[in-house]
T-cell receptor, first 111, second 114 residues
Framework: QKEVEQNSGPLSVPEGAIASLNCTYSDRGSQSFFWYRQYSGKSPELIMFIYSNGDKEDGRFTAQLNKASQYVSLLIRDSQPSDSATYLCAGGNFGNEKLTFGTGTRLTIIP | NAGVMQNPRHLVRRRGQEARLRCSPMKGHSHVYWYRQLPEEGLKFMVYLQKENIIDESGMPKERFSAEFPKEGPSILRIQQVVRGDSAAYFC????????????FGQGTRLTVV
């Protein structure tokens, strides 16, 4: 069983709509979660992190964490073509700083 | 404030040669991580280092791979006697002492073994 699982997609969303990316994790000890965006051939770029249950908003991005359901999501509002990328979900534990990544979800925003 | 710098960006090695990948963390960052990304796969943790110390190398293959982060200079990931299966993108990330999880990645080194 993979520790962090993501739907590999591809996920296609019309421009201006909300893109919803989902991630589940198996390690109940995971305490922090991160969303990275990776354009093809480029390095991962940290866009959101969340430690507490609930929602965290930053501009057009909202991260949601539900520790009881072991579920993390990323919502992108008003999707733009520049949001087209692979989104990586990662989890970590305090005191053990390595991150465990999912395989990523490829998102395409259709103009 | 320069970001995480990795070099070379691309590296071609013949089977059996050695590959040396270098990473300079962001200014003020003392934590360095190495990850490997195979085509169409996610990032896999390899090793976590602080200055002069290997903190966690649980993701490193037992043979041919080594890493260091000396007191002066960049972190080095060394792969001896490379094989075709070592072909991948190797990413370095760094973070600060107070926010160890918020890691910023370098541009990566794409290693091709021919």
């Amino acid at each position: 069983q993979k520790e962090v699982e993501q739907n590999s997609g591809p996920l296609s969303v019309p421009e201006g709509a909300i893109a919803s990316l989902n991630c589940t994790y198996s390690d109940r000890g995971s305490q922090s979660f991160f969303w990275y965006r990776q354009y093809s051939g480029k390095s991962p770029e940290l866009i959101m992190f969340i430690y507490s249950n609930g929602d965290k908003e930053d501009g057009r991005f909202t991260a949601q964490l539900n520790k009881a359901s072991q579920y993390v999501s990323l919502l992108i509002r008003d999707s733009q073509p520049s949001d087209s990328a692979t989104y990586l979900c990662a989890g970590g534990n305090f005191g053990n700083e390595k991150l465990t990544f999912g395989t990523g979800t490829r998102l395409t925003i259709i103009p | 404030n320069a970001g995480v710098m990795q070099n070379p960006r691309h590296l071609v090695r013949r089977r059996g040669q050695e590959a040396r990948l270098r990473c300079s963390p962001m200014k003020g960052h003392s934590h360095v991580y190495w990850y490997r990304q195979l085509p169409e796969e996610g990032l896999k943790f390899m090793v976590y280092l602080q200055k002069e110390n290997i903190i966690d190398e649980s993701g490193m293959p037992k043979e041919r791979f080594s890493a260091e982060f000396p007191k002066e200079g960049p972190s080095i990931l060394r792969i001896q006697q490379v094989v075709r299966g070592d072909s991948a993108a190797y990413f370095c990330a760094s973070s600060g002492t107070n926010r160890p999880f918020e890691a910023f990645f370098g541009q990566g080194t794409r290693l091709t073994v021919v």
